[in-house]
């Protein structure tokens, strides 16, 4: 059973990638119109066209069910990070895209769900805290490549991140303007190169 601790384990081949898309699927489906709270397995199963027992013998619960399809949403592979030439655009940029990315319905339940799913487990890494530490971290290195100041990956991830995750956990407002207001926040605390 996949745990909070335990990685996503992704494309198993055959009929285990099968029931796997169709688990997938299904939630999502789900996910945009019920809170998870509400989400069971059977609903799951049923929606999915499986048999139950295949998916509690998968995930064991509908936690873990949850929280593992939040982080195939929020870790996708194919994401592209904006390369425009300067760590500033390149931020805002990027804190524009996972505001509005975030701020959607089914995307915000998902992160709800993520949250819930973790509830108890003292566990420092996070598969999506660590999806966009390697983010920060490719960007923050082609800055510094171009000779420019850079806040440290823990900055941004405090200061931009943690604040447009916690809006959306806790139903505040989220936009543009605040994503990028966080981005001037951090990019405050190191002078600029011209």
Same mark, same amino acid.
């Given at each position: 059973?996949?745990? $909070? ?11 285990? $990638?099968?029931?796997?898309?169709? *688990? ?7 996910? $945009? ?11 799951? +199963? ?7 027992? =295949? *998916? ?16 195939? +949403?929020?870790?996708?592979?194919? @994401?592209? !990070? ?6 500033? =655009? ?9 505001? $509005? ?19 108890? *487990?003292? @566990? ?31 900055? *941004? ?14 139903? !505040? ?8 207001? !966080? ?12």
């Amino acid at each position: 059973m996949p745990t $909070a601790t335990t990685s996503v384990k992704r494309r198993p081949g055959g009929r285990s $990638a099968r029931v796997q898309d169709a *688990v997938y699927s299904a939630v999502g489906q789900l996910m $945009a119109d019920h809170r998870p709270d509400e989400i069971t397995i059977p609903m799951v +199963a049923d929606r999915a066209s499986v048999n139950p027992t =295949s *998916v509690y013998r998968r995930w064991g619960d509908v936690d873990a069910l949850l929280e593992e399809v939040a982080v195939a +949403a929020f870790t996708r592979d194919d @994401e592209t !990070l904006p390369d425009t030439g300067s760590l500033e =655009s390149d931020l805002r940029e990027w804190a524009r895209v996972i505001a $509005a990315d975030i701020a959607r319905p089914h995307r915000t339940r998902y992160l709800r769900a993520m949250v819930n799913a973790r509830d108890g *487990v003292l @566990e420092d890494s996070c598969p999506c805290w660590q999806s966009r530490r390697v983010q920060l971290t490719t960007m923050t290195d082609r800055a510094c490549d171009r000779g420019e100041q850079a806040p440290s990956v823990e900055q *941004v991830l405090d200061h931009v991140i943690a604040p447009l995750y916690h809006h959306v956990v806790f139903a !505040l407002p989220i936009d543009e303007a605040y994503a990028e207001g !966080l981005v001037n926040d951090v990019l405050s605390m190191h002078p600029r190169t011209s």
